[in-house]
T-cell receptor, first 114, second 111 residues
Framework: DAEITQSPRHKITETGRQVTLACHQT?????MFWYRQDLGHGLRLIHY???????NKGEVSDGYSVSRSNTEDLPLTLESAASSQTSVYFC?????????????FGSGTQLSVL | SQQGEEDPQALSIQEGENATMNCSYK?????LQWYRQNSGRGLVHLILIRSNEREKHSGRLRVTLDTSKKSSSLLITASRAADTASYFCATDGGNNNDMRFGAGTRLTVKP
């Protein structure tokens, strides 16, 4: 069955370190998204991509970057981790086009920046 | 900024009762979606309603959309303990090509 997987499930890092969170989907979806979830804020969009070599900034993109070299993967990089980036990160994907069809979510990565 | 806002923030009911959650949004939309999240898990899509639709059903779920009031409601009928979860609405903001989520409603169904 097609799926979307995130790794690692849990990550502890130190302030200032570079961290990369992986997201891999086998739906063959063109659209991929990264969200962070914090208490009281729901999910906030970090970056998104509509296809290979396409990336776009979301509402909370500062301090984060993504790259899309193939259809299946959209890794999220924290350039220099900050304590404010402690959060749960979710990757999601959806079918082709920009019709805002339903999103399929991964199980999340709990990141702690100490 | 968040596009949708759910109300109430938390809801506690007895098994068998109906649960109603509301979502308000700020700008015009193409569609509105509802998602469910069990504790410690990713979100799961429940239902999508387009801007030209007023009501949609899926099993025990009923969603309504009032574009004039910029609001939607999710009704879960005959609730079960297994319905305990957080429920989120998401909208596309009209011209935005991405989905924005509210802070969610935490539903607790007591057996």
């Amino acid at each position: 069955d097609a799926e979307i997987t995130q790794s690692p499930r849990h990550k502890i890092t130190e302030t200032g370190r570079q961290v990369t969170l992986a997201c891999h989907q086998t739906w063959n979806h063109n659209n991929m998204f990264w969200y962070r979830q914090d208490l009281g804020h729901g999910l906030r969009l970090i970056h998104y991509s509509y296809g290979v070599h396409d990336t776009n900034k979301g509402e909370v993109s500062d301090g984060y970057s993504v790259s899309r070299s193939n259809t299946e993967d959209l890794p999220l990089t924290l350039e220099s981790a900050a304590s404010s980036q402690t959060s749960v990160y979710f990757c999601a994907s959806s079918a082709s086009g920009t019709a805002n069809e339903k999103l399929f979510f991964g199980s999340g990565t709990q990141l702690s920046v100490l | 900024s968040q596009q949708g806002e759910e109300d109430p923030q938390a809801l506690s009911i007895q098994e068998g009762e109906n649960a109603t959650m509301n979502c308000s949004y700020k700008t015009s939309i193409n569609n509105l979606q509802w998602y469910r999240q069990n504790s410690g898990r990713g979100l799961v899509h429940l239902i999508l309603i387009r801007s030209n639709e007023r009501e949609k059903h899926s099993g025990r779920l009923r969603v309504t959309l009032d574009t004039s009031k910029k609001s939607s409601s999710l009704l879960i009928t005959a609730s079960r303990a297994a319905d305990t979860a957080s429920y989120f609405c998401a909208t596309d903001g009209g011209n935005n090509n991405d989905m924005r989520f509210g802070a969610g409603t935490r539903l607790t169904v007591k057996p």
